[in-house]
């Protein structure tokens, strides 16, 4: 089974270039990040006809993400509230950035974590207080399910490897010690880093910045991950960053991260 995560910047800006890659690389999953649209605006047709079920949760012009699966997904869920219920949640669920199903024996969460603009900022607290929630949830998902693969545009560079520079960026959102703090908490909760297990070196990316010339000089970051429970990172049988779709005309500046497991 192959799971790809991709942030597209608009799946009606990219929808051909997504209806192109996945011609070319039919996977049984697809999550997709910041697909910028309502649910009754969603271009559906185009991919429901080429054999994919779609599951999405979106808002006008800002965030929104969406999974598509070959077969049916069940218990589907948006957000985090029909998990840990209104009261924890609160204002967090205003901007959709989670969503989860399962096929098979393996749930799919798909996120799209905050950006946090500048740090110390109230985007920043807003990221680290999302992240907090996220734990729970985390939490929750693994006290259900064994199998849990948890994907998508994490706005977290790990490490330093992660990232073109890390000294001229140091003080940057993404990078600061509480962001990775609070992901690292998450992983503790029985997680691993699908393409570490088959990538050690550096200089590996999934996003680049549009301005400079940023992906053809490879001043990237690894920000866009595959994290997976024990019984899931032992099925794991690859993961790669494919960059094809980053020279094509008009890309996104995420391009697609593919998991393959065993079945």
Same mark, same amino acid.
């Given at each position: 089974?192959?799971?790809?995560?991709?942030?597209?910047?608009?799946?009606?800006?990219?929808?051909?270039?997504?209806?192109?890659? +996945?011609?070319?690389?039919?996977?049984?999953?697809?999550?997709?990040?910041?697909?910028?649209?309502?649910? #009754?605006?969603?271009?559906?047709? $185009?991919?429901?006809?080429?054999? @994919?079920?779609? @599951?999405? =949760?979106?808002?006008? =012009?800002?965030?929104?993400?969406?999974?598509?699966?070959?077969? $049916?997904?069940?218990?589907?869920?948006?957000?985090?509230?029909?998990?840990?219920?209104?009261?924890?949640?609160?204002?967090?669920?205003?901007?959709?950035?989670?969503?989860?199903?399962?096929?098979? #024996?393996?749930?799919?969460?798909? !996120? @799209?974590?905050?950006?946090?603009?500048?740090?110390?900022?109230?985007?920043?607290?807003?990221? +680290?207080?999302?992240?907090? !929630? +996220?734990?729970?949830?985390?939490?929750?998902? !693994?006290?259900?399910?064994?199998?849990?693969?948890?994907?998508?545009?994490?706005?977290?560079?790990?490490?330093?490897?992660?990232?073109?520079?890390?000294?001229?960026?140091?003080?940057?959102?993404?990078?600061?010690?509480?962001?990775?703090?609070?992901?690292?908490?998450?992983?503790?909760?029985? !997680?691993? #880093?699908?393409?570490?297990?088959?990538?050690?070196?550096?200089?590996?990316?999934?996003?680049?910045?549009?301005?400079?010339?940023?992906?053809?000089?490879?001043?990237?970051?690894?920000?866009?991950?595959? @994290?997976?429970?024990? $019984?899931?990172?032992?099925?794991?049988?690859?993961?790669?960053?494919?960059?094809? $779709?980053?020279?094509?005309?008009?890309? =996104?500046?995420?391009?697609?991260?593919?998991?393959?497991?065993?079945?």
């Amino acid at each position: 089974m192959k799971i790809a995560t991709w942030n597209v910047n608009s799946i009606r800006t990219r929808q051909q270039i997504v209806l192109d890659w +996945l011609e070319a690389n039919p996977v049984e999953v697809l999550c997709l990040q910041e697909t910028k649209v309502v649910d #009754d605006k969603f271009p559906r047709s $185009p991919f429901e006809e080429v054999g @994919y079920h779609l @599951y999405t =949760s979106g808002q006008k =012009s800002y965030n929104g993400v969406a999974i598509f699966s070959r077969r $049916p997904m069940k218990d589907v869920t948006s957000g985090f509230t029909e998990v840990l219920g209104g009261d924890a949640v609160g204002e967090f669920d205003e901007q959709k950035r989670a969503i989860a199903g399962t096929i098979d #024996d393996i749930r799919i969460i798909n !996120l @799209y974590v905050p950006n946090g603009a500048s740090v110390g900022s109230d985007k920043y607290d807003y990221k +680290l207080n999302w992240l907090k !929630l +996220l734990q729970e949830y985390v939490k929750n998902a !693994l006290e259900k399910s064994p199998n849990l693969c948890i994907c998508g545009d994490f706005n977290i560079v790990p490490e330093d490897r992660d990232i073109h520079d890390a000294e001229a960026c140091r003080n940057s959102v993404g990078l600061s010690p509480a962001e990775r703090q609070a992901l690292e908490e998450i992983r503790k909760l029985g !997680l691993a #880093d699908a393409f570490r297990k088959f990538t050690s070196e550096g200089g590996h990316y999934s996003w680049w910045d549009y301005r400079a010339a940023g992906f053809k000089r490879n001043r990237g970051w690894r920000i866009d991950h595959h @994290y997976l429970s024990k $019984p899931l990172y032992d099925r794991a049988k690859s993961c790669i960053i494919d960059k094809e $779709p980053r020279t094509w005309v008009k890309p =996104s500046d995420h391009t697609p991260v593919i998991l393959e497991l065993d079945c």
